[in-house]
C-alpha cells in the first residue's frame, strides 16, 4: 500500500528533457515517487484532473534574506540621480547591510516570509537563499540562522542555505583583513554549526579578485563544502574557468563568459545560472552569450536573483518569461533550467524531476503545455502543488 498515488496526470517528469512521458499516474511513499503508470492501491489518491504535472520548480539564485527595501534609492534613480550619489547618500548594498545588521534574527525571518510566500505561490517548492548582507562573523551567522530558521515552517518551501561571506569588502575594513575573517572565522563557524554546505563569491573588480577567491575556495574544498561563483556579470575575469577548475557547481551571470571560460565550464559540469532579472532591472545591454554556452554544450539554469538592489523580483516565473524574452532561452532551457538543472546546481540529485527516486515535489497546472509559462505573463498559478507528497497549495 503506497502513501498516495497521482492519477489522471498529463506528466512532464523533466528528467533531461521536457517531452510528456506519456504516463498518467504515479505513486510516492515515504516522500519519493516510486513508480510511474501504477494502478496499485494506496492510502491517498490525488486527481490530477487531466492537467499538466511538473516538478516543483527550483529558485536556485537567491538573496531573499534582507530587512528593508530599497525603493527610496530605486526612485532617485529613476529621477536620473546619478549612482555616485546616491551611494554618497547612504545608498547601494551598504545600506542592505546597515539594515540587514540592524534587525534580529526574527526580524529578518518575518521580513522574508513574504517573499518567500510569493514565490512558493508560484509552484516553487525549492528556494535557495544567500547570505552576503552581513558582511561581519555575527551578523553572517544570523543571517544563516535566519535561513535555516525559514527552511523550518512547517508550510513553507524547502530552503537551501548559501554562505556567501565574500559578496561584498566592507568600505570601513582591510580587504586582506576581511577575507581573513571570512575565512578564517565564518567558514569555521559556518562549519561547526553545519549552516551551509556550499560557499559562493562575487569575483570581480568591484568585489573578489581570482587570488581571493582561490584562497577562499581551498579552504571551502578543506571542509567538504562546495563551491559556486558570482562570475563575469561586469567584465570578463577568469573566474569562471577558476570556479570550474574547483568543481563549481555553478556560474551565475555570465555576461561576459569567454570561450575558455565556457569550455572550462563544460568540463567540470559546472551549471551557467543566468539571471534576467537583474538585467531588466539594472536596464543593462549585454546578454549571456547563448551561442557559447550551447556550443560547449554548458547546462542552463535560470533563477530569480531575488534582492533588494538589482532584481527586486519576487517571481521566478517572471525570470523564466525574462530568460525566454530578453535571453533568447527556447522554451526547453527555460523549463530544465528551473527544474533539472536548478537541482543540479544545488548539487541534489533528488529534485528537479518526477521519476523513481526523486523527492515528490510536484506541481498541477490547468495550461495547455509547459511552454505556456514562457508565453503568458502574470496569472498563472499552479492549482495543486505537493512537497514530498504532502499537499501544501
Ligand atoms: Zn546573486
Partial sequence: MFDLRVENARLYPMAGDTRPSGATSFAVQDGRIV??????????????GGHVVLPGLIDCHTHALYAGNRMAEHVLKLQGTPYADIARAGGGIMSTVRAVREATEEDLVAQTRPRIAALAAEGVT???IKSGYGL????????????????????????????LGAHAIPPDRDRGEYLAEVIDQMLVQV????????????????AFNLDEARRLFDRARGFGMQVR?????????????????????????LEYLDDAGAEAMARAGTVAVLLPGAFYFLRETRVPPLPLLRQHGVPLALASDLNPGSAPVASLLTALHMGVILFGLTPDEALLGVTWNAARVLGRDDLGALAPGRRADFTV?????????????????????????????
Avoid at 141 to 155: C, F, P, V
Avoid at 229 to 253: F, I, K, T, V
Fill in 35 to 48: 513508480m510511474l503508470d501504477t494502478d496499485a492501491p494506496a492510502l491517498e489518491i490525488f486527481d490530477a
Fill in 126 to 128: 525549492t528556494v535557495e
Fill in 136 to 163: 561581519s562573523t555575527g551578523h553572517e551567522l544570523k543571517m544563516l540562522r535566519a535561513i535555516r530558521q525559514l527552511g523550518e515552517d512547517k508550510n513553507g518551501p524547502r530552503i537551501i542555505p548559501t554562505f
Fill in 191 to 206: 562549519d561547526r554549526e553545519r549552516l551551509a554546505q556550499t560557499v559562493d563569491v562575487f569575483i570581480e573588480s568591484i
Fill in 229 to 253: 561563483a558570482h562570475a563575469e556579470q561586469l567584465s570578463a575575469s577568469g573566474a569562471s574557468a577558476l570556479a570550474a577548475e574547483y568543481g563549481a557547481l555553478s556560474c551565475d551571470h
Fill in 365 to 393: 497546472w490547468d495550461i495547455p503545455d509547459p511552454a505556456f509559462l514562457t508565453y503568458q505573463l502574470g496569472g498563472v498559478r499552479p492549482q495543486a502543488v505537493f512537497i514530498e507528497g504532502q499537499r501544501r497549495i
